[in-house]
């Protein structure tokens, strides 16, 4: 069955604009998680959703948001764009959410390049 | 806040030779996993520990949890060029905030 897919898989943007990236779980599950990877800070946890319900979010600006719709499919939107936003954004999807959750699938992510 | 350290940062061996990386967190996990991730590739789940001891082996690759449920550790035997990538711990704790806490992860390279 398909993975976990992701687009756009490479996007450039400037400084002050705000993109919105897409994420579209394994069939089934129900859990999707974001992570932010940067070469300093290894993965850093954003948000996860469950059911269109954010279950847990971790330490980043208010000018990070994301949304799961009633399909499981999740997007994240960064507004207000900065230099420091360029990373690689991961989407992981799980069968459960919480402490249950096992083993996280990945997406290949979306590479952002903020000039 | 939870802090996953993980150590070494990087290491570089020849063909043959075994690996290790270790995992410390601050505070006491529900489980933790680990995951490899290929250059320019995304991180694949290797394996799930949940109690405390607890030893797991994939072909050359050992997996230990510790007793105290805080450090958790992964070698590699006899190391091949297939190995080479970044290993991540993640640890999660228990009760509301379970969210999964990554290390930064062991940058593995192996020369032939």
């Known amino acids: 069955k398909a993975g976990v897919t992701q687009t756009p898989r490479y996007l450039i943007k400037t400084r002050g604009q705000q993109v919105t990236l897409s994420c579209s779980p394994i069939s089934g599950h129900r859990s999707v998680s974001w992570y932010q990877q940067t070469p300093g800070q290894g993965l850093q946890f954003l948000f996860e959703?469950?059911?269109?319900?954010?279950?847990n979010k971790g330490n980043f600006p208010g000018r990070f948001s994301g949304r799961q719709f009633s399909n499981s499919r999740s997007e994240m939107n960064v507004s207000t764009l900065e230099l420091g936003d360029s990373a690689l954004y991961l989407c992981?999807?799980?069968?459960?959410?919480?402490?249950?959750?096992?083993?996280?699938?990945f997406g290949e992510g979306s590479r952002l390049t903020v000039l | 806040g939870q802090q996953v350290m993980q150590i070494p940062q990087y290491q570089h061996v020849q063909e043959g030779e075994d690996f290790t990386t270790y995992c410390n967190s601050s505070?006491?996990?529900?489980?933790i996993q680990w995951y490899k991730q290929r250059p320019g590739g995304h991180p694949v789940f290797l394996i799930q520990l949940v109690k405390s001891g607890e030893v797991k082996k994939q072909k050359r690759l050992t997996f230990q949890f510790g007793e105290a449920k805080k450090n958790s550790s992964l070698h590699i035997t006899a190391t091949q060029t297939t190995d080479v990538g970044t290993y991540f711990c993640?640890?999660?704790?228990?009760?509301?905030?379970?969210?999964?806490?990554f290390g930064k992860g062991t940058l593995l390279t192996v020369n032939p």
């Open positions: 992981a999807s799980s069968l459960k959410a919480g402490g249950t959750a096992g083993e996280l699938f």
């Open positions: 959703y469950f059911s269109e319900t954010q279950r």
């Open positions: 993640a640890g999660r704790r228990g009760g509301s905030n379970y969210k999964l806490t």
């Open positions: 505070t006491t996990l529900s489980n």
